[in-house]
């Protein structure tokens, strides 16, 4: 095979020769020209085998959390008890939604705590009422005790633990039960979905029952008409899209379908088991033909359990880039779950999700939102 040579200056160099030979050449002082056609040769490399750019991501607009809070424009403020909100998060949380008409806040914990948490974040609570108790523990039960009277229709989490605060919430004597199980939803702004997503349960059921998913999927789907859904569409997540007796989850999603058909479920279009991709993804539900009005656009998730609840809504957290509004509902009233990872947008999406259940439970019969 004939040998194309380059002029090096000085000698020339074979693009045939072996690397030993071309590294030996590399080394003399004199072979710039080298170096130089090394570089046209990867230029040319990359501009032909250049793979295509991917687009940039999409950013989140936020449009979803938007329209929750244009819904609650018109509507009064709603009077909130705000639990121990004795950090800066959780002070300027509340009076972020005070500041927007969402809320009325009673800030129930220490009071020079309290102060002192204001004075931090820069805030002036001049005419805010503030009830002194002297520990969360005290300041949950307070809480409780101020919905039970009227005096407020939802509970704030401040800075306690949720534990502190739901125990007080759930307490047989003197809490805030009904008939339905407590239960939490997410509400989340995924970027690149066209809907709010309500994700359940997540933070409150550890390994809920089949009796205790029916209340789960009840309060999911309450949720949705109080968020103006035009159609609540609930997809009861699994592993995979068929049943199978030794997967638990896939049975009980079967079950929970069925009892919507014999109206033991009121009010949305159930469909499970459905894997995760093919309750979300058209193109997925298609592929695995599955022929149904909420595979493929699911707006409400209702998950296996707790742990892989937690870990979906913080993957489209982080990951996607969603925001979270977190709320429990089952209780007389709403409890406005936030955390201190949550954007501001965020805290005031929460606030804004319980001023529409409180709405809602205004405007429907007790019974329907028990």
């Not at 102060?115 to 805010?128: E, N, S, T, Y």
């Not at 949705?224 to 592993?239: K, M, T």
């Not at 030794?246 to 058909?261: F, G, Y």
Request: hydrophobic share 45%; with cysteine; proline share 7%.
């Amino acid at each position: 095979m004939p040998r194309r040579a380059i002029a090096t200056g000085h000698a020339a160099w074979p693009e045939t020769w072996s690397i030993r030979h071309t590294l030996r050449i590399l080394r003399r002082p004199d072979c710039r020209q080298v170096w130089v056609y090394l570089l046209r040769c990867n230029n040319r490399l990359r501009l032909t085998d250049r793979r295509p750019s991917l687009p940039p991501p999409t950013m989140n607009t936020h449009s979803k959390y938007q329209q929750l809070l244009d819904a609650c424009r018109t509507l009064p403020p709603m009077p909130t008890a705000v639990v121990h909100p004795c950090d800066r998060h959780a002070i300027e949380g509340a009076i972020g939604a005070a500041r927007l008409g969402l809320i009325s806040p009673i800030l129930v914990g220490p009071e020079a705590r309290i102060h002192a948490a204001a004075a931090l974040a820069g805030i002036d609570l001049r005419g805010v009422p503030i009830v002194d108790v002297p520990h969360s523990h005290a300041a949950a039960a307070k809480a409780v005790e101020l919905a039970l009277q009227g005096k407020v229709e939802a509970i704030m989490k401040g800075s306690l633990h949720t534990d502190e605060l739901m125990g007080a919430v759930v307490r047989r004597e003197g809490g805030l039960r009904t008939a339905r199980r407590i239960s939490h939803c997410f509400v989340m702004d995924v970027p690149g979905y066209d809907q709010p997503l309500i994700i359940s349960d997540a933070a409150v059921n550890i390994q809920p029952t089949l009796a205790e998913k029916v209340d789960i999927v009840q309060n999911a789907i309450d949720l949705g008409h109080a968020l103006h859904f035009p159609e609540v569409r609930v997809a009861i997540l699994s592993a995979t899209e068929t049943v199978n007796p030794k997967v638990a989850s896939t049975v009980e999603a079967a079950a929970l379908c069925k009892m919507a058909d014999r109206k033991q479920i009121t009010g949305g279009l159930l469909d499970g088991p459905l894997a995760l991709d093919n309750a979300i993804s058209p193109a997925a539900a298609s592929i695995k033909q599955i022929d149904s009005p909420v595979a493929g656009q699911a707006n409400v998730l209702i998950v296996p359990d707790m742990e892989a609840g937690n870990m979906l809504a913080k993957s489209l957290s982080f990951l996607a880039e969603a925001d979270a509004a977190g709320i429990v509902l089952g209780a007389r009233v709403p409890i406005i779950l936030t955390s201190r990872a949550d954007s501001e947008l965020a805290r005031l999406g929460s606030c804004a999700v319980a001023v529409l259940v409180a709405l809602a439970r205004r405007t429907a019969p007790p019974k329907a939102l028990a």
